[in-house]
């Protein structure tokens, strides 16, 4: 399960919500689609009953616990289900190019390294963001109400505070990350951090994972576009006005 943040105009106004990746690419506005399930089965006021089942916002499902990710699992299989009979309405479920994508979680409880140090967790950006510095991509953990880990989202300290990924999955991620910054290309398997040992979290909180060591890039010119690859996303970022220099790790 692909759990992110997206915004799109409503005529003048904006709608900014949790949404779920489907297996079509569209966007499902989970607490949309949770109330029109709920109106179906025949329960009294369901948009109410929705914003507390599958709220409009993945910090509230995380503060929400287990269940009520589990809870947006079961709307995700309904959104899924109601997809492949092409019956789902474009209102309920985007396509990527109408939506603008957002940072997995823009507003973390708390935002901190492995091993200590707490960043700016008001200062988190997301795709499309302007690096400050050399690009070293990585993955966070994502924190559930309880002390557990809701899932993992593509994540790197960036000028104090950390730029994340649109998506957070539920899953322990497999295969490579590949960094492309102009003509320099970089990779290394999601298993480098396989093995490590995460404390407790709290709901919400953002943990960026130690960074891998990657040979460094060259200077790389304001605007160069930067990408950054794994399997369930492709994060598409920009060198900042002052460029990109190396540095060594």
């Keep these: 399960m692909l759990l992110g943040t997206a915004a799109w105009a409503e005529g003048p106004a904006e709608r900014r919500v949790l949404v779920a990746r489907l297996a079509s690419g569209r966007l499902a506005d989970l607490n949309r689609i949770e109330a029109i399930r709920l109106r179906r089965l025949g329960e009294g006021d369901p948009e109410r009953l929705a914003d507390a089942l599958v709220p409009p916002s993945l910090r509230r499902v995380l503060e929400g616990g287990p269940r009520a990710l589990a809870r947006a699992g079961q709307t995700v299989a ?18 990527l190019e109408r939506v603008d994508l957002l940072p997995c979680l823009s507003r973390p409880a708390a935002l901190r390294r492995l ?12 795709p499309g963001a302007e690096l400050s510095g050399p690009p ?12 557990g ?25 497999t295969g490579s990350l590949e960094l492309k910054a102009g003509a ?16 407790p979290l709290r709901p919400g909180e953002v943990l960026l ?7 460094p890039l060259p200077h790389l010119t304001a605007g160069t576009p930067i990408q950054i690859s794994v399997p369930f996303e492709v994060l598409a970022l920009r060198c900042g006005p002052e460029g990109v220099h190396p540095t060594v790790q």
Excluded: H, N
């Design 184 to 199: 320099a290309r970089r990779s290394l398997p999601l298993k480098a951090w396989e093995g490590l040992e995460l404390p």
């Design 136 to 147: 070293q991509p990585g993955l966070a953990a994502l924190g559930l109400a309880g002390g």
């Design 78 to 95: 309904y959104a899924e289900k109601w997809d492949r009979r092409g019956t789902l309405p474009e209102a309920l479920a985007p396509r």
């Design 149 to 173: 880990i809701a899932g993992f989202c593509l994540a790197f300290e960036d000028a104090g505070s950390a730029i994340l990924g649109a998506w957070m999955t539920d899953a322990w991620p």
């Design 209 to 215: 994972l130690p960074p891998p060591r990657l040979k």
């Design 115 to 126: 091993g200590g140090g707490d960043l700016d967790r008001f200062g988190v950006k997301g």
